[in-house]
């Protein structure tokens, strides 16, 4: 029978494979992209990267409603409806025969896996408080940061000897077992008393709300860029790989060393952010990636970019990743207490949306070396750091 608090190891682990499904989606088909695109888009290659950038697409979209759903009909129902959503999309794209269809399916997958990505923070919401809740959430993350090192290489183990379909039974299976460990083992955690009816209103007044506050808006925006630069890069890094520098087969490996590498950014933000405090932090992070760029950029225009520097380039925009996009939520939040739950929903929607609109043009103009990805990397942080530097410094300590 479902228990509304299971014991510790067990809630953790369930949240984490319910992030985890996330970064699965994404990292572990990248070493089947090459694949995908001779079979279903031979004559414009780079369109196969949208298969990437159409699933975050489709969870940013979702993402706008997925908070107001889990207050209103509870965050169980939520969840279970969107892995439903996402078994669906992973179940279409396996029998796809064409780009478009593949695309439409995917973008369903997106939507689906917004429910978890929104309705297992509130849950862990509704049954820690404080540190505990911090504890929580400071180790499934720990689990989830796993994922993206590891992803590549079991998608590649699964595309080598299955084909590129597979790496999409895999994507339903995953969500299936964490869906039937959600049902039969997780009691809905949202009291009744807490249950907040749909209303269009409230949500259109809080959009309005946001719109008027100028470091929401900033905050977003920013973090829209950083979005952009980071989806650009997971989106054309194992092409990159495989026509620039003929290293494919090794991809997942070096993937797996630059997560690890990127993880580190994270702990390190934990550490500095009391200290220099949020704004200071993104804008020191910012101008960092802002200098790394240029170098990249004056490289890739007067000589070839060797191999090492283009690891370079991919580690620094990760590890911009995890100076920046915690703080920037954070920021964002920190004038919206009393509609948290909301803005933390619109604004992710909005900046997730945003950020793929943007990496649209970037990936569609890879030339099978880095120079689309070093360019639009330079214009999103450049144009960060201005919008953080017009933000200026917190009168007072920033907590």
């Known amino acids: 029978m479902a228990s509304k608090r299971l014991a510790l190891p067990e ?20 070493p089947g992209l090459p694949m995908m695109g001779l079979e279903l888009t031979p004559d414009a290659p780079n369109r196969i990267m949208l298969v990437v950038l159409v699933f975050v697409l489709g969870m940013g979209s979702g993402t706008f ?4 759903l889990s207050d209103a009909f509870g965050r169980k129902t939520v969840i279970l409806l969107g892995v439903g959503i996402y078994l669906l999309g992973a179940l279409i794209s396996y029998w796809s025969q064409s780009l478009e269809v593949l695309l439409a399916a995917r973008f369903l997958q997106g939507v689906g896996a917004s429910g978890p990505r929104i309705a297992a923070l509130a849950m862990v919401r509704d049954l820690y408080q404080g540190s505990m809740m911090a504890r929580v959430m400071s180790i499934a993350m720990t689990i989830f940061m796993i994922v993206p090192a590891i992803a590549p290489m079991i998608g590649q183990a699964i595309i080598f000897t299955f084909g590129w379909r597979a790496v999409f039974a895999a994507f339903a299976l995953v969500s299936f077992v964490g869906g039937m460990w959600l049902l039969l083992r997780q009691a809905e955690t949202l ?3 807490n249950i907040r009816p749909l209303s269009l209103k409230s949500y259109f007044s809080a959009v309005v709300e946001l719109c008027k506050n100028r470091i929401v808006m900033i905050s977003m925006f920013v973090q829209t860029l950083v979005i952009t630069f980071l989806f650009s890069t997971i989106s054309s890094i194992q092409p990159t790989f495989e026509m620039a520098y003929s290293r494919g087969e090794s991809f997942p490996y ?14 390190v933000n934990a550490k500095l952010v009391v200290r220099l405090g949020m704004r200071k932090l993104i804008t020191s992070a910012l101008t960092c990636h802002v200098i790394m760029m240029s170098i990249f950029l004056a ?12 690891l370079g380039l991919v580690t620094v925009n ?9 703080n920037l939520t954070a920021l964002a939040l920190e004038p919206m207490g009393h509609i948290a739950g909301m803005a933390s929903s619109i604004t992710a929607g909005i900046s997730t949306v945003l950020g793929v609109v943007l990496a649209i043009p970037i990936t569609q103009n890879f030339d099978g070396t880095a120079f689309a990805l070093t360019i639009g990397s330079f ?11 017009y933000l200026g ?3 007072s300590v920033e907590a």
């Open 299 to 310: 490289m890739i225009v007067f000589f070839a970019m060797p191999f090492w520097m283009y």
């Open 65 to 68: 409603f997925a908070g107001a």
């Open 11 to 30: 809630f953790v682990s369930l949240v984490a494979m319910l992030f985890a499904m996330i970064a699965f989606s994404i990292d572990a088909m990248l």
């Open 191 to 193: 009291a009744p008393e």
């Open 318 to 326: 990760f590890l911009v990743l995890g100076f920046c996009m915690g």
């Open 393 to 395: 410094p917190r009168p």
């Open 254 to 267: 070096y993937f797996a060393g630059i997560a690890v590498i990127a993880g580190i950014s994270n702990v």
């Open 379 to 389: 214009l999103c942080g450049l144009a960060g750091l201005g919008l953080m530097i």
